[in-house]
């Protein structure tokens, strides 16, 4: 009796959900924290502190007064906050305000040279992706004799500094009577750059073939093939190019404070160095200058954080190792 009890009442535990064995899952072994993973994360902790660090000390600084600054010149932190900084950089603030918060008085036209750096570096964009995206093309798809011996000679230029050649530009420019106007300072680099050919031809190279033969039996023209084929499907290198080639304009010191010397074309880097200089009080206006620096820099950190990951698959894939 107590045998059939037994038997009868296995499958009815069965049958009610009853002690089930689980599958055994396999677990990998934790790979041992070795000395070289330890010394991988202390390189790249040590990177982002010297990164970091400098970025928090121009926060600390502009939003610090002079005075401020003077007496404590070793704190981490505003000893005494401050938008006093903000407010002569925008413009907000008048000579004597500004003298009282230890400011120098001098003034910055901030918005008129921040409105310069956009169009140069907008000029620069547009007209270097657009021609370096054709010149890409040409080399990358097109069969002409001496092809590869002219692109080899266009990445021969990337060893030449490029200060060696910044007197025959600028002679060239002033022969022109283009000194002080913003196509002088854009047109050096507005055509095309040795970089952003091998960029995109190391793209257009990968490239399938099948939809433009297809298209050249239809009776396509090569710039109808680069418009309509090409290009759509080289969105995101081109995007890539776009940001890389912007940033760059948009940091350029040297040759516009060689031919843009009057304020009206006066870009945003350059104009930050005259407010430097200028020190009526015997100093800089240390926190003016690191306010202004700060409100620069936010335009091209927020392009970079929105399409940082979009330019590292971009490069990756261009095979830029």
């Not at 200089?277 to 620069?296: E, F, I, K, Y």
Request: no cysteine.
């Amino acid at each position: 009796m107590t045998t059939t009890q037994r038997l009868d009442a296995a499958p009815a535990g069965a049958a009610n959900g009853g002690t089930r064995r689980r599958p055994s899952t396999d677990r990998r072994p934790r790979r041992p924290v070795g000395w070289g993973r330890i010394g991988a994360w202390a390189v790249l902790a040590l990177a982002i502190l010297v990164t970091v660090v400098p970025f928090l000390w121009m926060i600390r600084t502009a939003l610090s007064s002079n005075h401020s600054l003077a007496a404590n010149s070793a704190s981490l932190l505003p000893a005494d906050f401050s938008w006093g900084a903000f407010k002569r950089v925008f413009g907000m603030q008048s000579p004597e305000e500004a003298l009282a918060q230890g400011g120098s008085g001098a003034a910055i036209n901030f918005w008129l040279y921040l409105r310069n750096s956009f169009i140069v570096s907008t000029m620069v964009t547009v007209a270097q992706v657009f021609f370096s995206a054709l010149a890409a093309y040409a080399f990358a798809r097109l069969q002409w004799p001496g092809r590869d011996k002219v692109f080899s000679l266009f990445l021969a230029t990337l060893l030449v500094p490029p200060i060696f050649t910044a007197l025959p530009n600028f002679l060239l420019i002033k022969n022109l009577g283009l000194l002080n106007t913003f196509l002088g300072i854009a047109l050096p680099t507005m055509l095309m750059t040795p970089f952003a050919i091998f960029f995109l031809r190391q793209f257009f190279l990968g490239m399938s073939r099948e939809m433009e033969e297809a298209a050249k039996l239809d009776g396509a023209s090569h710039l109808r093939i680069f418009f309509q084929i090409v290009a759509p499907n080289a969105v995101g290198p081109i995007a890539t190019l776009s940001l890389l080639t912007f940033i760059a304009a948009w940091n350029d010191y040297f040759w516009p404070l060689l031919v843009g010397q009057e304020d009206k074309v006066r870009v945003l880097t350059v104009g930050l160095s005259v407010f430097k200089s200028q020190s009526p009080q015997g100093a800089p206006d240390w926190s003016g200058l690191m306010a202004a620096t700060l409100v620069a820099a936010l335009p091209i950190l927020i392009l970079f954080l929105a399409f940082g990951k979009k330019v590292v698959n971009s490069i990756g894939f261009s095979g830029i190792k």
